[in-house]
T-cell receptor, first 114, second 109 residues
Framework: EAQVTQNPRYLITVTGKKLTVTCSQN?????MSWYRQDPGLGLRQIYY???????DKGDVPEGYKVSRKEKRNFPLILESPSPNQTSLYFC?????????????FGEGSRLTVL | KNEVEQSPQNLTAQEGEFITINCSYS?????LHWLQQHPGGGIVSLFMLSSGKKKHGRLIATINIQEKHSSLHITASHPRDSAVYIC???????????WGAGTKLIIKP
């Protein structure tokens, strides 16, 4: 089954404690992306990747890092989380880098930073 | 002015009604996406359009490239259609989507 898998789905952590949210897709997609969703602000892109070792900043990259060492995986790293990073995070993938193909989303990761 | 505008922001209707959600955009695009998000749930792709019209079950999506406008229609609406519907456009020669603010739809039994 074609899918994007994110883990963990729910996480409560404390300020400054490094964490990683994993994302994996099984569709051999070129394009992967991370979004955060906050009430009243909609979806905002954090980082995206067009292929292995090719990543670029989205609209709200501050405080986040990503890597794309393998085509299927695109982890989101919060080196020193802060309360303003409390949010719902989505990973997405698409076959086309120009986003002219179907989008597939993970189920979301709800992160709370105390 | 936002580059992607959705209307209405909120819509409440009775079961069985015909629903229309609109999306207007101001940039050149290579594709337009309609997505659905149930409360507390994930995001599901409904349609990707670059021209014309697509139909899937009770859902129909149309796009008019000249007028820079797309509509999502739901026929014979049902309470399980209650969700937020989001329009997003892929700009020409760009690797990012521009997102609409979403339309919250509630279908009452």
């Amino acid at each position: 089954e074609a899918q994007v898998t994110q883990n963990p789905r729910y996480l409560i952590t404390v300020t400054g404690k490094k964490l990683t949210v994993t994302c994996s897709q099984n569709m051999n997609h070129e394009y992967m992306s991370w979004y955060r969703q906050d009430p009243g602000l909609g979806l905002r892109q954090i980082y995206y990747s067009m292929n292995v070792e090719v990543t670029d900043k989205g609209d709200v990259p501050e405080g986040y890092k990503v890597s794309r060492k393998e085509k299927r995986n695109f982890p989101l790293i919060l080196e020193s989380p802060s309360p303003n990073q409390t949010s719902l995070y989505f990973c997405a993938s698409s076959l086309s880098n120009y986003l002219t193909g179907e989008l597939f989303f993970g189920e979301g990761s709800r992160l709370t930073v105390l | 002015k936002n580059e992607v505008e959705q209307s209405p922001q909120n819509l409440t209707a009775q079961e069985g009604e015909f629903i229309t959600i609109n999306c207007s955009y101001s940039v050149g695009i290579s594709a337009l996406h309609w997505l659905q998000q149930h409360p507390g749930g994930g995001i599901v792709s409904l349609f990707m359009l670059s021209s014309g019209k697509k139909k899937h079950g009770r859902l129909i999506a149309t796009i008019n490239i000249q007028e820079k406008h797309s509509s999502l229609h739901i026929t014979a609406s049902h309470p399980r259609d209650s969700a937020v519907y989001i329009c997003a456009v892929a700009q020409d020669s760009n690797y990012q989507l521009i997102w609409g603010a979403g339309t919250k739809l509630i279908i009452k039994p």
